[in-house]
Nanobody, 119 residues
Framework: QVQLVESGGGLVQAGGSLRLSCATDARTFRSYFMGWFRQAPGKGREFVAAIGWGTLYADSLKGRFAISRDSAKNTVYLEMNSLKPEDTAVYYC???????????????WGQGTQVTVSS
């Protein structure tokens, strides 16, 4: 069973940083492009960033968030800086065959990791 396992969430003060990780198996890592989405309470799932041959970011997050991957560890990262209370959400890792912002195009999803930014 293919798994995407997120980690690295937690509670951080506004202005702080967090790095999320998404680990998977080698076959999945080689076969799919990877993305991050988030969902705040009472809101829909929002695209954050994706990585394939290049990277794609939500315009509102460009410059504060950075996505990267480590092929040796089959892991994708999301570095989040200058965090704001409105960044509070459950962050999900996803795998798809396109680097795209549409959540419907992603085939595999992790269980999510909570990020809470206090003011």
């Amino acid at each position: 069973q293919v798994q995407l396992v997120e980690s690295g969430g937690g509670l951080v003060q506004a202005g702080g940083s967090l790095r999320l990780s998404c680990a998977t198996d080698a076959r999945t890592f080689r076969s799919y492009f990877m993305g991050w989405f988030r969902q705040a309470p009472g809101k829909g799932r929002e695209f954050v960033a994706a990585i394939g041959w290049g990277t794609l970011y939500a315009d509102s997050l460009k410059g504060r968030f950075a996505i990267s991957r480590d092929s040796a560890k089959n892991t994708v990262y999301l570095e989040m800086n200058s965090l704001k209370p409105e960044d509070t959400a459950v962050y999900y890792c996803a795998a798809g065959v396109r680097v795209i912002a549409d959540a419907r195009e992603y085939d595999l999803w992790g269980q999510g990791t909570q990020v809470t930014v206090s003011s």
